[in-house]
C-alpha cells in the first residue's frame, strides 16, 4: 500500500510530467488574476451601528424623542449581545453587538424591520436612518483632501458635478463621498418685525409652504377616443416663484421674508494641512485589484488638478490602501525571497550537493504556486495576511522533499538500484510525512469550531489557510514528484557527512545513550528545564499589538462651550502652525483638523511618513513637550486611534439611573484614575461638567387662556430656533434643498426670542412667547449613553508608553476599590477589556484543541494512546523557546506571538513523529528497543537539523526586520516559532526518545500487572 503511488509516478513520467506543467500554468494565471487587497473579505465585528442624525436638538430631547422608541424596538431582536445607545446634540447613535451565532445578513435585516416600526415614533421631521457594518471591501481606497479658494461660488457644485463623475468613471470604482464641503441651499429667513407689522400666523404659512410644491397623478381621462392621464401639478422651480408665493391677500413671502440661493453658513471645522478643505473618499469595486485602481484613481487626480475649471483648487491624495498594500507586500516578498535563499544555502551546506539541493528548492516555488491557485479558485484574494501565510510556509514546503530525498539517497549511498531506492525511500517514511504534515495543518482545524469574531480568529483564519494549501502541496510534491526528479537527476549523489556533522553525531550518539541508561539525571535536567520557564513568563509583558508600528495618532482638544467661533479656530490654529513648523522634523506627511460646530471636542489627526526620521512614539512624545500648556478656553492631550485593537486608550464605564449624579461620580472616578501611574490621562466621554443649557417652562395657566396647547408651542419654538426643511426646488437638472427659519439675530438673542409671536385663535391674535414661557438657566450633558438600557457614563484612560492595555485592568481595579458608589450605581470595565478577554481565551482555546487534535493524529500513526505522549513533551519545549526567545530580545507577547505558538504546536512535533516512526520499523525488524532508538536518532539527525534550520532561517528575516502588516509588526510571529522550534529540535533528539523509552517501560509493566491481576491464585493453578 505504502509502494502504489511512488511506483506510479516512476514508472509514468509523462503522465507526472504533464500533471505538474497544468499545475505550473494554472498558478501563474491565478498569480496574474487573483485581486490584491488589504485584508480579506468575509471579517465581521459582529457589530451593526444606526445611526439617525437630529441637527440642533438638546442630548435630553434626542433621547426621549429618538433613542426611547428606537430602543423600545431594538431591544426585542433576538441575539443582541449588547445595546450602546449615544444622544448628543447632533444624532442619536445604536451600537448592538450580535453573539457570534446570528449571521451577519440576519442581524441587518432584522434591524432594518425594527427601525421601520420605530420611524413611525419618531419626530416628523426625521425621515431616514443609516446602518453601517463594518466590511473590508466597503472601507475607502483613498482619501483626498480638496483645498478650495475663497472665489469659488459653489464648491459643493464644483466637487459634484467635475470631481466626483470623474472618479466615478475610473475603472474598478465603486462610490465617491464628497464631504465637508456646504451645499447651495435656498434660505426662507423671516423677519420677526415685519411678521408682527402684517399680524401673520407663522405656523399657517409654514403649513402652507410645506403642502406646496408637488405633483400628483389624477388619473385618466377619455377624450375624443383617445386615453390621457392626468396629473396635478404644483412645483416651484426658481427662487422668485417662492419669492412670490402669497401667504395671504396683499402680502407674499418677501414681504415678510428673505428669500435667497447661498452657502450654508457653518461653524464646523474641517481642515487639511491648516487649510479649509472638503474630502473626497473613493471606494472600489468587489474583485477589483486594489493597487491598479488607486493608481488609475490617482493619475486622474493629476489629470483634475490641471482642469481649468479647478483653477485654484487643490486635490492631494493623502492615504491610498494601494500604497499599503504595495509596500507590505515588497515588503513580505523579499522577505520570503531572502528567507528562501537562506533555506536552500542551509540545505547546500549540509548536502554538498548541487543535484539535491536544486530538487528540494524546486519545491518552493511549485508549491506557493499549486496554493495561489486554490486561493483564486476558491474565490480568496491575495491579501496582506495570506501574503504572510506563504511567508511562512517558505521555510516549511521543504520539510517533505528533505525528508524524502534524503532517504533515497542514502539508500542510493547503500548500493540500490535507482527505481528501488526512490520507491523504497518514499515508502519508508511516507505515512511518517503524511501525519506530521497533518499535524501542522490540524492546528487550523479548530477555526472550524470556533464562532467568536475576535483579531486572534481573523488572523489566524486568514493566514492559515495559505499554510494549509502550500503544505498540502509540498507533500504532493515530495511523496509524487520527487522520486520521478530523482531518476532524471539520477547521477546525484549524498556526499558524505562532512567532519563537523559527524562530530556533532558522534556527540549526540554518546549524549542519547547516556540519557537512555541513566534515567534520574535526565529527569532532573528535563524539570530543572522547565523550572526555567518561569523566569520569562513572569517577565514577558502582553499586549494585543505593538502600538508604535501604526503611523497616525490624534491630538485631542476640548475647548469651552462658551468660545466663539472665531476663538475655537485660533486654538486649533495654533497647533496647526506648530505641526507645520515641526512637518519635516517629526516625518508628517499630513495632518487632518476636524471639530463640529455643536461639540467642545475635537481632534487633529496626524498622519506620519512610513519611514520616518522619528518613530512613533519619539513624535508623540515630544507634541507631548510641545502643546499649548491648558489654559481656560482649551485644553490638549495626546491620545491615540482608537478604532485600532492595539491602542492604548482603554475605557470604563459606571452606570445607574441620574445623569447628574453619574457625571459627579464620572468625574471623582476620572481623578482616581489619571492620578495613578502609568496613566497618561483619564477624561469622561461627555462634557465634563455638562453644557450651559436654557430651559423654557411651559406656563399651563397662559396655554389655556390662549388656547393653545403645549406641543404646539413647544414645536413654535423649536422652528424659531432650528427651522424646517420644505420640498426641494428643482432647480434645471439638480434638487436644491429648501430651509425656513427665523433671522440670525432674531434667533440668536434670547430676548429676541421670548418676543416672537405665537398666532392664538382665542384671542385672534398674536401672542409673544414671553407671556406662555418662563426661562430657567441649567446645565445639560454633552451626550447621554446608555448600556442595555441603563443610563452609562464613559471615562477614556490613555496610558503611558510602556504600559500594556491588558495592565490597565489592575491599575482601574486599584484605583476604583477604595470608591463609594450610591444604591444602584456601580462601575464595570469597558469594550476595550472584553476584546482582550475575548482574545486571550480563543488563543487558549485554539492551543488546547490544536494539542487534542495533534494527539488524537499520533494516535493514529502508533496504534498506541501511550506513545504519542512522548512526542507531545516537546510542545513544552517549544514554549520554553519561544518565551525565552521573547524575553532576550524584548518582545511583548501580542496577537502575532500567540498565532505562532499555534503554528508551533503543529510543526514542533514533526521530528518527533519522524523519529519514533523510524524507531517502530527498526523494532519491528528485530532490534532491541535501546539500539533502536540510537540508531533512529543517528540515522534522522541530518533530516531532522536540516527541515528545522531550513525553517528556522526561512524565518530569519520576518524575525529581524521592522516591517508590519498595517501596523501590526510581524517579528513576534517570527521570533516565536524560531525560538520554540530552535529548542524543541535540540530537546527532542534527547528527551523524546527517553520518554519513550519511559512510557514503553510503563506500558510494559501496567500489562504486566494487569495480566498478574488476571491469574489465578496459585493453588488454583493446573
Not at 27 to 40: F, K, T, Y
Request: contains cysteine; aromatic residues 8%; charged residues 20%.
Amino acid at each position: 500500500m505504502r509502494r502504489w503511488l511512488p511506483a506510479f509516478a516512476y514508472d509514468h513520467p509523462v503522465t507526472v510530467l504533464m500533471g505538474c506543467l497544468a499545475l505550473i500554468v494554472l498558478g501563474s494565471i491565478a498569480w496574474m488574476r487573483i485581486p490584491i487587497q488589504l485584508l480579506p473579505d468575509g471579517i465581521e465585528t459582529g457589530q451593526l451601528v444606526v445611526r439617525i442624525q437630529n441637527p440642533g436638538s438638546a442630548p435630553r430631547e434626542t433621547d426621549d424623542q429618538v433613542v426611547r422608541p428606537v430602543t423600545a424596538q431594538l431591544s426585542t431582536i433576538p441575539g443582541v449581545k449588547q445595546l450602546r445607545t449615544t444622544a448628543d446634540a447632533q444624532s442619536a447613535s445604536f451600537n448592538l453587538e450580535f453573539y457570534p451565532s446570528v449571521p451577519s445578513d440576519e442581524a441587518y435585516n432584522l434591524v432594518v424591520d425594527r427601525m421601520e416600526r420605530a420611524m413611525a415614533d419618531l419626530p416628523s421631521d426625521i425621515d431616514r436612518y443609516f446602518i453601517f457594518k463594518f466590511n473590508p471591501a466597503d472601507l475607502p481606497v483613498l482619501f483626498a483632501g480638496v483645498t478650495l479658494p475663497e472665489t469659488v461660488d459653489d464648491p459643493y457644485h464644483l466637487l459634484t458635478r467635475i470631481v466626483q463623475p470623474r472618479l466615478e468613471r475610473v475603472p474598478g470604482v465603486a462610490a465617491v463621498d464628497v464631504r465637508g464641503v456646504p451645499q447651495r441651499s435656498v434660505y426662507i429667513e423671516f423677519d420677526r418685525e415685519k411678521i408682527l407689522a402684517h399680524g401673520v400666523d407663522v405656523g399657517s404659512v409654514q403649513r402652507g409652504l410645506q403642502a406646496d410644491n408637488f405633483q400628483m397623478a389624477a388619473g385618466r381621462i377619455e377624450d375624443r377616443g383617445q386615453v390621457r392621464f392626468v396629473r396635478s401639478i404644483a412645483t416651484l422651480d426658481q427662487v422668485d416663484q417662492l419669492r412670490r408665493w402669497p401667504v395671504q391677500e396683499g402680502i407674499v413671502l418677501s414681504d415678510i421674508a428673505t428669500v435667497e440661493l447661498r452657502g450654508t453658513l457653518s461653524s464646523d471645522i474641517g481642515r487639511l494641512n491648516g487649510e479649509q478643505a472638503a474630502i473626497v473618499l473613493v471606494r472600489r469595486e468587489a474583485g477589483a485589484n486594489m493597487v491598479e485602481v488607486t493608481r488609475r484613481i490617482e493619475r486622474e487626480i493629476e489629470s483634475l488638478n490641471e482642469d481649468p475649471r479647478l483653477e485654484g483648487a487643490q486635490l492631494m491624495a493623502f492615504f491610498s490602501q494601494g500604497d499599503l498594500v504595495v509596500e507590505a507586500m515588497d515588503n513580505l516578498l523579499w522577505t520570503a525571497l531572502v528567507g528562501g535563499v537562506l533555506a536552500v544555502i542551509v540545505l547546500f551546506a549540509f548536502l554538498r550537493e548541487w543535484r539535491m539541493t536544486l530538487l528540494i528548492a524546486l519545491s518552493i516555488p511549485f508549491s506557493l504556486l499549486i496554493t495561489i491557485a486554490v486561493l483564486y479558485f476558491r474565490g480568496d484574494s491575495l491579501n496582506l495576511l495570506a501574503l504572510m501565510g506563504l511567508m511562512l510556509a517558505v521555510g516549511m514546503v521543504v520539510d517533505n522533499a528533505i525528508v524524502v530525498v534524503e532517504t533515497i539517497y542514502r539508500r542510493r549511498a547503500d548500493g540500490e538500484g535507482a527505481r528501488e531506492a526512490a520507491i523504497g525511500g518514499v515508502s519508508e517514511v511516507n505515512l511518517a510525512i503524511i501525519m506530521s504534515t497533518a499535524t501542522t495543518m490540524v492546528v487550523f482545524l479548530p477555526l472550524i469550531l470556533m464562532s467568536g469574531e475576535g483579531s486572534f480568529t481573523v488572523f489566524l483564519g486568514a493566514l492559515g489557510y495559505p499554510v494549509i494549501f502550500a503544505l498540502g502541496a509540498s507533500l504532493l510534491v515530495a511523496l509524487v514528484v520527487a522520486p520521478l526528479v530523482t531518476r532524471a537527476f539520477g547521477q546525484g549523489r549524498a556526499r558524505q557527512e562532512g567532519p563537523i556533522l559527524r562530530r556533532v553525531a558522534a556527540a549526540y550518539t554518546w549524549v542519547l545513550d547516556r540519557a537512555l541508561r541513566r534515567r534520574f539525571e535526565t529527569v532532573i535536567v528535563l524539570v530543572a528545564l522547565g523550572l526555567l520557564t518561569l523566569i520569562p513568563l513572569r517577565n514577558v509583558p502582553m499586549t494585543v499589538v505593538d502600538e508604535d508600528a501604526q503611523n497616525q495618532f490624534d491630538l485631542r482638544v476640548e475647548v469651552a462651550p462658551q468660545i466663539d467661533p472665531n476663538e475655537r479656530s485660533q486654538v486649533l490654529g495654533e497647533v496647526e502652525a506648530l505641526l507645520a513648523d515641526r512637518k519635516s522634523d517629526w516625518g508628517i506627511s499630513a495632518f487632518y483638523t476636524n471639530l463640529d460646530g455643536s461639540s467642545t471636542r475635537g481632534r487633529i489627526t496626524v498622519f506620519l511618513q512610513n519611514e520616518g526620521p522619528m518613530s512613533r512614539t519619539e513624535v508623540m512624545a515630544a507634541a507631548r513637550e510641545a502643546l499649548p500648556e491648558d489654559r481656560a478656553d482649551a485644553r490638549w492631550s495626546v491620545g491615540f486611534d482608537q478604532a485600532g485593537r492595539g491602542s492604548s486608550r482603554v475605557d470604563f464605564t459606571i452606570t445607574g439611573e441620574d445623569m447628574d449624579t453619574l457625571l459627579l461620580l464620572a468625574e471623582e472616578a476620572a481623578r482616581r484614575v489619571g492620578s495613578r501611574p502609568g496613566v497618561m490621562n483619564a477624561s469622561v466621554d461627555t462634557v465634563e461638567s455638562g453644557v450651559d443649557e436654557l430651559r423654557m417652562v411651559l406656563d399651563r395657566q397662559a396655554l389655556v387662556r390662549y388656547g393653545l396647547t403645549g406641543q404646539s408651542v413647544a414645536g413654535t419654538i423649536s422652528f424659531y430656533l432650528r427651522g424646517t426643511g420644505l420640498q426641494p426646488l428643482r432647480m434645471g437638472d439638480r434638487e436644491v434643498e429648501v430651509i425656513n427659519r427665523f433671522e440670525l439675530e432674531d434667533r440668536s438673542d434670547l430676548a429676541a426670542v421670548l418676543d416672537s409671536p405665537v398666532f392664538s385663535s382665542e384671542v385672534g391674535g398674536l401672542v409673544p412667547l414671553r407671556a406662555l414661557t418662563h426661562v430657567e438657566g441649567g446645565k445639560g450633558p454633552g451626550s447621554i449613553q446608555r448600556i442595555d438600557n441603563r443610563t452609562a457614563v464613559r471615562i477614556g484612560v490613555d496610558l503611558e508608553d510602556g504600559i500594556a492595555p491588558y495592565m490597565a485592568g489592575g491599575l482601574v481595579r486599584e484605583a476604583m476599590s477604595g470608591m463609594a458608589f450610591p444604591r444602584g450605581y456601580t462601575w464595570e470595565q469597558g469594550q476595550s477589556f472584553s476584546v482582550q478577554a475575548e482574545d486571550m481565551q480563543q488563543q487558549i482555546f485554539v492551543i488546547g484543541m490544536s494539542v487534542v487534535f495533534v494527539f488524537l493524529l499520533m494516535g493514529i500513526l502508533f496504534e498506541s494512546w501511550l506513545l504519542p505522549l512522548s512526542i507531545l513533551i516537546t510542545l513544552p519545549m517549544a514554549g520554553l523557546g519561544a518565551w525565552w526567545m521573547l524575553w532576550l530580545t524584548s518582545t511583548p507577547f501580542d496577537t502575532m506571538a500567540g498565532i505562532g505558538l499555534v503554528i508551533l504546536v503543529g510543526v514542533v512535533v514533526n521530528n518527533g513523529i519522524v523519529l519514533i516512526d523510524l524507531v517502530a520499523q527498526l523494532r519491528a525488524g528485530g532490534l532491541d528497543r535501546h539500539a533502536a532508538l540510537v540508531e533512529a536518532g543517528r540515522r534522522r539527525l541530518r533530516p531532522i537539523l536540516m527541515t528545522a534550520l531550513t525553517t528556522i532561517f526561512g524565518l530569519v528575516p520576518m524575525a529581524v526586520g521592522g516591517s508590519d502588516f498595517v501596523g501590526v509588526p510581524y517579528a513576534p510571529l517570527g521570533r516565536t516559532v524560531i525560538g520554540g522550534l530552535g529548542a524543541a529540535t535540540l530537546l527532542t533528539l534527547i528527551f523524546v526518545p527517553f520518554l519513550y523509552a519511559a512510557l514503553d517501560d510503563l506500558r510494559t509493566w501496567a500489562g504486566q500487572a494487569i495480566g498478574a491481576a488476571r491469574l489465578p491464585p496459585p493453588g488454583e493453578r493446573t
